[in-house]
Each structure stands twice: as C-alpha cells, then as structure tokens.
C-alpha cells in the first residue's frame, strides 16, 4: 500500500486548509487511517484517527477545530483544519494500518506552515 498526499501549505493564523491523502494497492486491507503530524524538535503526534468501525480519536489540541474524514474501504482520508494556529506548523503525515498484520504504512509528509 502507498499513500499520496495533497493539499498543505502557508496560511495565517486563523485559516484553513485541507489534507487529502488516497491509498493506492490493497486499500481494502485497512483497518484504520490518520494523521499525525511532527513539528521541528518534536517528535510525531497523532492528530486524528478513524477505524474502520467508525471511530474516531483526536488529539486535544485540534478538538473542535480539526475534522477528519476517511473511508478506509476505498482507502481515501482527507483532514479539514479550521481556525488554525502558529502552533499547528509541522510536517503532516498521512497514516494507515492493516488490518491483517496491524503493520504501519506513511504518507511521504506535506508541510503546513501557520504565520502570524
């Protein structure tokens, strides 16, 4: 499975952007997908996961702000961020796991960068 993302980039703080992200492969063996996100110095956070029974988990910081949206079946995730803030710049990456092996698989990153 190969995961390419779309969408990132420069926005103020206070606007939005949104994260794509399409599997390519054995979409069909996936269990879950996500995104995490790492910030210079940091190390990689999950920011949104949805399972393929419907649940979903953010991270504190992006509750009410953040919204994700998956259907693992097709293997297509997208991530709408509103409102966002100078502490939301990192490297977002696309995530999925198998729901055979449990294994892990990326996206390449797409860098969000927020400005005052």
């Known amino acids: 499975v190969q995961l390419v993302e779309s969408g990132g980039g420069l926005v103020q703080g206070g606007g939005s952007l949104k994260l794509s992200c399409a599997a390519s492969?054995?979409?069909?063996?996936?269990?879950?997908m996500g995104w995490y996100r790492q910030a210079p110095g940091k190390q990689r956070e999950l920011v949104a996961l949805?399972?393929?029974?419907?649940?979903?988990d953010y991270a504190d910081s992006v509750k009410g702000r953040f919204t994700i949206f998956a259907d693992n079946a097709k293997g297509t995730v997208s991530l709408q961020m509103n409102n966002l803030e100078l502490e939301d710049t990192a490297v977002y990456y696309c995530?999925?796991?198998?729901?055979?092996?449990?294994?892990?698989?990326w996206g390449q990153g797409t860098q969000v960068s927020v400005s005052s």
């Open positions: 995530y999925a796991r198998n729901r055979w092996t449990g294994g892990d698989y």
């Open positions: 949805s399972s393929r029974d419907g649940t979903t």
């Open positions: 492969g054995r979409a069909f063996s996936l269990s879950a």
